[in-house]
């Protein structure tokens, strides 16, 4: 248990009306990374941090924009949500060997 | 052509059966290899790190062969309890990871 929680866990909001998905972790891990899964794309990286206040776009950052302030918190914001971001988000640290840890994900549909 | 790629099955399997998958990947700077298993609605969870000697944990085998870029997991005795989809990982130097879309597995009675 890599000690990584996400809030909410299931969401549903109406195409235009900003989302934040909240990641939290509790043993102080550098990296932090947002995904998102869809059926026939698998994992896609959205956005990740490498420290506090260092962040950086994956490969469907469009739509998506994030801020950690602290260590310990990731968010994912969706400024304007619309039906193609709906997904499941899962946010995931990364340990030393590289090996990446998953939280249990937020479900998000945007009608 | 994706970067990492898998046979997406389903494999359907008895239980105690030997069943194997594949994932092959296309870039040769990559340097650390995984399997992740997830349940249905459920988050990825490592099963095994793949290291270049290969390496085994009770009837889970991984393998990586780099100069034909693909990586392998066995499983011996298939339980009920591996139906699972198997997702791969492959790593840069630079960081970068790459999940393949999945290997789903039902091991039947």
Known sequence: ?111 | RKEVEQDPGPFNVPEGATVAFNCTYSNSASQSFFWYRQDCRKEPKLLMSVYSSGNEDGRFTAQLNRASQYISLLIRDSKLSDSATYLCVVNTNAGKSTFGDGTTLTVKP
């Not at chain 1, 809030?7 to 990374?33: A, D, F, I």
């Not at chain 1, 995904?35 to 950086?56: C, N």
């Not at chain 1, 739509?63 to 709906?86: I, M, N």
């Open chain 1, 1 to 111: 248990d890599a000690g990584i929680t996400q809030s909410p866990r299931h969401k549903v909001t109406e195409t235009g009306t900003p989302v934040t998905l909240r990641c939290h972790q509790t043993e102080n891990h550098r990296y932090m990374y947002w995904y998102r899964q869809d059926p026939g794309h698998g994992l896609r990286l959205i956005h990740y941090s490498y420290g506090v206040k260092d962040t950086d776009k994956g490969e469907v950052s469009d739509g998506y924009s994030v801020s950690r302030s602290k260590t310990e918190d990731f968010l994912l914001t969706l400024e304007s949500a619309t039906s193609s971001q709906t997904s499941v988000y899962f946010c995931a640290i990364k340990e030393r060997d590289n090996e990446q840890f998953f939280g249990p994900g937020t479900r998000l549909t945007v009608l």
